[in-house]
């Protein structure tokens, strides 16, 4: 995998997410509480196994104290995924190292987002899930990041562009999408087909995923 260097581990403690002494905290601690449980649930027992009851047995609280802050199970995983977004983020930057060249960079990125899923499974199963169409929050921090992971893209987009190394005819805007779109699409086949391709065994992950971005490149390049 890409900048296995640099990658950054991310530790799930109770310690590490729960705040001390909390039949004292503000609004904006009990919020947070609430979201650092919800990490921590997620990351035990997945997306599909979450709920908001499993939150509150965790921290031992009241129903209603949650749904002060939350409207939805939805609206709770969005601010989870706030996380797993920046992290997404951050393995998008590390990918555009100085020593990439050419449609390399592009590459990378492409390599970056499934790097990441077998990094952190739990989180890019959380970030299928707000794929589908039945999804819905307001959440504006989910929003915001959101719009920063397409603004990298699309900016990446503009740059290979201007460098001569992706074709000039590319809206950088449709194509951002396009390229998360395939991505995450290619990477939920992936997760739903894994105990057909090890029943094959001579088909891998890696290799489908390369032959994915092979294809990729090659339809962009200039």
């Not at 890409?2 to 919020?31: C, D, P, W």
């Not at 977004?85 to 590390?94: D, P, Q, T, V």
């Not at 899923?117 to 999804?135: C, H």
Request: proline share 1%; hydrophobic share 40%; glycine share 6%.
């Amino acid at each position: 995998m890409l900048y296995k260097k640099n990658r950054i581990r991310f530790a799930l403690t109770n310690s590490h997410f729960m705040v001390s002494g909390t039949k004292h905290l503000s609004s904006a601690q009990r919020e947070q509480q609430i979201i650092n449980a919800a990490d921590i649930i997620l990351t035990q027992v997945g997306v599909q196994v979450f709920t908001i009851d499993r939150v509150i047995e965790f921290l031992g609280i009241a129903k209603g104290t949650v749904y002060k802050y939350f409207d939805s199970k939805d609206d709770l995983l969005a601010e989870v995924s706030v996380k797993a977004l920046s992290m997404l983020l951050n393995y998008f930057r590390l990918s555009q190292n100085e020593s990439v060249r050419g449609t390399d960079r592009t590459r990378a990125i492409l390599s970056a987002c499934y790097s990441f899923g077998q990094d952190y499974p739990q989180y890019i199963e959380l970030l299928f899930y707000m794929e589908r169409p039945e999804f819905s929050t307001g959440a504006t921090n989910y929003i915001t990041m959101s719009e920063k992971i397409t603004d990298f893209v699309k900016r990446h987009i503009e740059l290979e562009i201007e460098n001569g190394n992706l074709r000039k005819n590319l809206d950088p805007n449709y194509t951002s999408h396009v390229m998360w779109g395939s991505c995450m699409g290619v990477m939920q086949f992936l997760d739903a087909k894994k105990n057909f391709l090890e029943n094959v065994g001579t088909l891998t992950q890696k290799q489908l995923v390369e032959t994915y971005i092979d294809i990729m490149v090659a339809g962009m390049a200039a």
